[in-house]
């Protein structure tokens, strides 16, 4: 009998994890259900360019801690609106979703399993609506997901903030400085608040609470009542003044996500000299967030998901994504996740207990 065959790949910016889920679906789908498997190079370019490699047990074997993904990824490559000419600031793009269905049919590849953000999972939406049958998985450090309530690798890049601000603890006492943390995060200040919490800093600014240079002020002037001569801020990049906007670094528009942010740490330290009149250095924290091996559970939740993932496309289960809810996996429409951004919820406990260990968040 011929064996079913799925594809697998991985798109938009990567994280930490993504090989713990291209490695556990595929031993799954070979292994439990005698599927053979096929990854699609550098995500939706490969289904495009119909450029893949096969995956089997010995292909994924020893990649669950590493970071990256063995598939390669781009954050540009939208089969239905398809860079096919033109020049950086003004591409031209085409729809060629046909010819991607194309390359699946000819291989005979049922359907796939997209490992990816809102971007990707809205792709594989688009392509479920004209009939591919589709699983999704969710992956972003940014955690900003909805229909789950974590999404791999964004532990691994609060672990990666928060070893950073212990660092940046040292020397700002030390020199009695401000010290400055930008993490990524675009709209969602998950990062910065988690980091922020476990950093124990004095400041954490995120897109959800615009901030007031004046209150940060008040905050430092008060620990310099108590003896603190240092303070720590962790500033989303997504995060903005309440008279202002979010700070935009570039604009991309090959891109999934053409506001390309970024610059919003310099702008909070260059306020914190003239208005507070304290000492500050910054620290962009950039890519080291997405890089890196997976902290052990993201590499059980990835795990998880890619099992998962397999289970539900054997089942028919098209049109879903994999989910994390009350530590059981589900599985819930794609629809769901795609629809709107999971923003921090201001009046939730985790900002509360912020709050109250005297975390202010510059409102
Ligand atoms: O979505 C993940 C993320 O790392 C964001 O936090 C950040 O804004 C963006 O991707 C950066 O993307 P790029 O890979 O284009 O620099």
Known sequence: MKKRRIGILT???????????????TKTAVSDYGMEVVGYIDGFKGLVENHFMRLDPKAVSGISHRGGTILGT???????RYLVGGTLENPIFDDVSDK????????????????????????????YKKGVPMVGVPKTIDNDLSATEVTFGFNTAVNTATDALDKLHTTAESHHRAMVLEVMGRYAGWIALHAGIAGSADVILIPEIPYDINSIKSKIADRFIHGK????????????PKDGEMVIQKLVPSS????????????????????????????????????????PYDRILATRYGVAAIDNFAKGNFGTMVSLRDNNIESVPLTDAI?????????????????????????
């Not at 390359?103 to 490992?115: A, F, K, V, Y």
């Not at 001569?229 to 903005?240: L, P, W």
């Open 11 to 25: 798109g938009g910016g990567d994280c930490p994890g993504l090989n713990a889920v291209i490695r556990a679906a």
């Open 256 to 295: 999934h996500d053409p506001v390309r942010l970024g610059g919003i740490g310099n702008k909070v330290a260059q306020d914190i000299e003239e208005v507070v009149g304290v000492e500050t250095r910054v620290t962009v924290l950039g890519h080291l967030q997405r890089g890196g091996s997976p902290i």
């Open 339 to 363: 629809t709107e951004l999971k923003l921090v919820p201001v009046d939730g406990d985790v900002i509360r207990s912020a709050r109250a260990v005297g975390i202010s968040f510059g409102d």
């Open 100 to 127: 991607a269905i194309e390359n699946l049919n000819r291989l005979g590849i049922e359907g796939l399993i997209i490992i990816g953000g809102d971007g990707s999972l809205n792709i594989a939406d688009q392509f």
């Open 74 to 80: 781009t954050n540009r490559d939208n089969p239905f």
């Open 229 to 240: 001569k240092f303070s720590i801020i962790v500033v989303a990049e997504g995060a903005k």
